[in-house]
Structure formats: C-alpha cells, structure tokens
C-alpha cells in the first residue's frame, strides 16, 4: 500500500470519528468513553454478541471515542439509535459500492465498524430504550 493511500485512509477515519476538520477545530479533540465501552463490552459478553476485536487494531480506542460523542451524550434517548442506524446504512452503502481490492486494509476496516455498529444496536435499544 502506497503512503498517500495509507495517509488517506487514516484521515477518512480520524473525520469520521470526530465528525471532522470544523469539529477538530472548533471544539478539540473527543476524549474516549471507556466506561461506557465496558459497558457495551460487559452487555455484549452476557448476551452472546460476537464481536471480532481484533479486526481493527484500534478498535477499543475507536469504540471508546465513538461512545464519548454527542449522541452517546444527550438528554434525547433516540440519538444513539439513529446515530447507529445511520453509521450501519452508511457502512452498508460504502460497502456495497465498494469496488475496490476485496482485500482491501480499507474493506476490511469498514467491516469491522459494520460489525461492531450492528452488534452495538441491540445494547443501545435496551440501555437508552430507544
């Protein structure tokens, strides 16, 4: 994999856990959410859900900041849900217009965030009653 790919592809994922450059700029860096990861994690083992975590390298980091951002935060109980619902219909387009290497380090990494947001669904249904 060529640099400016490899640089393209970091950058594609740092915008889409802050919510971008004006986000990165205008209000700092998200501090990650490990306790409510925990949650999720502790909730996904006593249900069964399987979640590959190695799949990502970062996956815990990545799971932890996603928790600690607006949605995850509001005093509007439907925010996690439609966030997650709109990241899966994101992914699944992404993926599905994906015409790439199917071997692809960036395949693959959308894969694991389709994997872990489907898994997340059902735990923000039962602790946010959304």
Do not use: H
């Not at 986000?23 to 249900?47: R, T, V």
């Not at 990502?56 to 980091?61: A, E, H, K, S």
């Not at 709109?86 to 217009?97: A, E, M, P, R």
């Amino acid at each position: 994999m060529k640099k400016s790919e490899l640089r393209k592809i970091i950058r594609e994922n740092i915008e889409e856990m802050v919510g971008g450059k004006k986000y990165l700029s205008e209000q700092g860096p998200i501090q990650p959410n490990y306790q409510m990861l925990s949650q999720f994690a502790s909730w996904a083992q006593q249900n069964n859900v399987t979640i590959d975590w190695r799949c990502m390298p970062t996956i815990r980091t990545w799971l932890a900041t996603i928790f600690s951002l607006a949605p995850f935060n509001s005093t509007n109980p439907n925010q996690p849900c439609q966030f997650i619902n709109n990241k899966i219909n994101q992914l699944q387009t992404w993926i599905g217009n994906f015409t790439g290497n199917p071997n692809s380090i960036q395949l693959a990494q959308k894969q694991c965030k389709l994997q872990a947001f489907q898994a997340m669904l059902p735990w923000a249904q039962a602790t946010f009653n959304c």
